[in-house]
């Protein structure tokens, strides 16, 4: 089951006048008549009227609350490709002031489930504002700048499927940043076994002399 508030791009407290606006303007804009034999549209369009069919009936909306909506945490809802930009600038400007305390895998999830999900992604590519992409992508890439390699390395690989750089320049440079992170966690990770082998060769060298 997905977010039907999303799709529709309305808050969840919208009331049924918002709900049947929204449903109207967004069915006008991707019926079949207008978008063509697309199927990535097409389904859309049926995911449009799933949603509106559950959040026009009452029941049906109060349902939908208690077995989706009031399960998961609700994040301000992103209605176009510069709010999107906003909520990274915004994550990025809270990941900056909290420091070393930052929670990696929740900064992770909450990009893969709230700022690129599968709507705010489409919302994306409908646009298809090259330029928003690419700063989306650019301030992505500084979030990865504050992640260690495994969590980086988990974000790229879901730009890669879900939202794939433009140009090869932009992939070149988290690749670059990605091998830096790789380095400094595998150095991390082994640091004390190289010292104390180290360590142990050089005890080895002094009773070997003596």
Known sequence: MEDYYQILRVHPNASETTIRK???KLALQYHPDKTGNSEELNAYFKKINEAYKVL???????????????????EPLLNNSNEILSACKNLLKQIIQQGDY??????????????????NLF???????????????????????????????DLYNFLI???????????????EVLKKKKQ???????????????????????????
């Open 123 to 153: 919302i994306l590519k409908t646009e298809k504002n090259k330029f928003i992409q690419q700063q989306i992508q650019k301030e992505i890439l500084q979030i990865v700048n504050k992640l260690n390699f495994i969590n980086g390395n």
């Open 184 to 210: 400094e966690y595998y150095w991390d990770k082994y640091k004390f076994f190289l010292a104390l082998l180290i360590a142990l060769l050089i005890c080895l060298g002094i009773y070997s002399i003596t």
């Open 102 to 119: 930052i929670n990696e895998e929740a900064i992770v999830l909450n990009i893969q489930e709230n700022i690129l999900n599968d709507n």
């Open 22 to 24: 929204a449903y109207r």
């Open 56 to 74: 026009s009936n009452a029941e049906q909306r109060k349902q939908f609350h208690l077995q989706y909506y009031a399960l998961h945490h609700y």
């Open 161 to 175: 499927k879900k939202f794939p750089f433009a140009e090869e320049v932009e992939k070149e440079m988290f690749l």
